[in-house]
């Protein structure tokens, strides 16, 4: 095997495409990072940074843009018009609770579609919907959709708490909606992110045995880490809709992060998913200052150090074949590749910086600059920046020169 597009997976994973890359179906990206992702503690979004990071999705190439929650305030209801007023390409559509009047709002909103969030598992139903039976949550489900669609509006389900649901009753609301014709798509929810990737896997399966021609969504919380997986086996599974964050903002431990699934289809699965994918760096930083919450150094895609190596045997193989270490090149998601000078350094990478740097150090005296580094990295804890190794080359050339 070698390397394709810029990308070099593992080759088992070809044993588990077809699962994924059918030829009739399409993977959209339906961001939800202005709802959940501002749902997150201590996150707050005003108009103008809505509008930005609605044009900044848009440009990228999603879907649909879950613009925000109808019922969160005044500023947000201005926000969600005024993006719906951008005609952008993507879809954009709003979260609305069980009510007629969120729906309504929507509507006077001017949006594509409306989400409708209605839990459905046994302790959401207790405290949230006061216990009602399961006749009048199907009853009361159908009306509310019946009538969103009556409104002119995409009718996206998106029953909370899916992943602890009883699989008899979910069986039978997905069964009346296909009868009904009231729904556009199903949107499958981890809201406390337990599920296992095998369960959500299960659940979508059986939603699509039991609503063979209802399009499904799944949205998945981080609790254990798991988001990105578990939106991966949901699509394999059969969901046709991705409903994620960028940088995987969202409630308590955040969602599915958009450029981890966006890449692991693209890359892992080899399945195109039209997004602009150099724009996929940019845009995480945007988000990260809009929205106050740094990026992990270590994020996967989009983190400074995704293609930053430092340990010496790592940069001896990176730079023979930077495929020794990456799976894809970083210029394929906007980043660049790095090496830095540290503890963990060889001699290949005190060369290499020297080179890049345009510094001249003879090379008998490449050990004594590699000590120096691996010294002044454990005083100050970290690798060197570029201006710091270059201080310590020009100081042993100088010292060089002295005992001459």
Not at 90 to 110: F, M, Y
Not at 161 to 178: C, K, Q, S
Not at 306 to 335: C, N, S
Not at 368 to 394: G, I
Request: overall charge negative; charged content about 25%.
């Amino acid at each position: 095997m070698s390397p394709k597009n810029g990308m070099w997976p593992s080759p088992f994973n070809e044993m588990f495409r077809d699962d994924v890359a059918l030829p009739d179906r399409r993977i959209e990206i339906a961001d939800c990072t202005l709802r959940d992702g501002e749902q997150q503690a201590g996150v707050v979004f005003d108009q103008d940074a809505k509008i930005r990071i609605a044009r900044a999705l848009d440009e990228i190439g999603v879907y649909e843009i879950e613009a925000g929650t109808v019922a969160s305030s005044q500023e947000d209801r201005d926000a969600i018009k005024a993006i719906c007023e951008m005609h952008l390409r993507a879809k954009i559509s709003v979260l609305c609770r069980g009510l007629t009047a969120d729906i309504d709002q929507a509507a006077e909103l001017g949006v594509w579609g409306v989400r409708l969030s209605f839990p459905i598992s046994p302790i959401e139903r207790k405290h949230k919907l006061k216990d009602i039976s399961d006749d009048v949550y199907i009853s009361r489900a159908l009306e509310l959709t019946s009538y969103a669609r009556n409104r002119g509006l995409q009718v996206i389900f998106s029953p909370y708490d899916t992943t602890r649901a009883e699989m008899p009753f979910l069986r039978r609301l997905v069964g009346e909606f296909e009868r009904a014709g009231t729904v556009d798509r199903l949107r499958i929810v981890d809201t406390t992110g337990c599920a296992l990737p095998e369960s959500i896997s299960f659940i979508t399966k059986e939603i699509r045995s039991s609503a063979p021609s209802l399009a499904l969504e799944i949205h998945c919380h981080n609790d254990f880490g798991l988001a990105c997986a578990n939106t991966l086996a949901g699509v394999a599974a059969g969901a046709n809709f991705v409903s994620s964050t960028i940088n995987g903002l969202g409630e308590r431990c955040g969602n599915a992060s958009t450029e981890e699934v966006i890449m692991a289809l693209e890359v892992l699965y080899g399945r195109p998913t039209g997004i602009d994918l150099k724009k996929l760096t940019a845009l995480s930083k945007t988000v990260s200052e809009l929205s106050g919450i740094p990026v992990p150094v270590n994020k996967a895609v989009v983190g400074e150090n995704a293609f930053r190596h430092e340990a010496g045997m790592v940069v001896a193989g990176v730079l023979k074949d930077p495929f020794t270490a990456e799976a894809y090149e970083p210029e394929i998601v906007g980043q660049t590749r790095q090496i830095l000078l540290g503890k963990k350094s060889g001699l290949v990478s005190v060369a290499y910086k020297l080179n890049e740097l345009g510094l001249d150090l003879p090379e008998e005296q490449f050990p004594e600059l590699l000590t120096r580094v691996k010294q002044e990295a454990v005083k100050r804890r970290r690798s060197l920046t570029d201006a710091e190794f270059a201080d310590l080359a020009t100081l042993l050339a100088s010292e060089a020169a002295v005992s001459h």
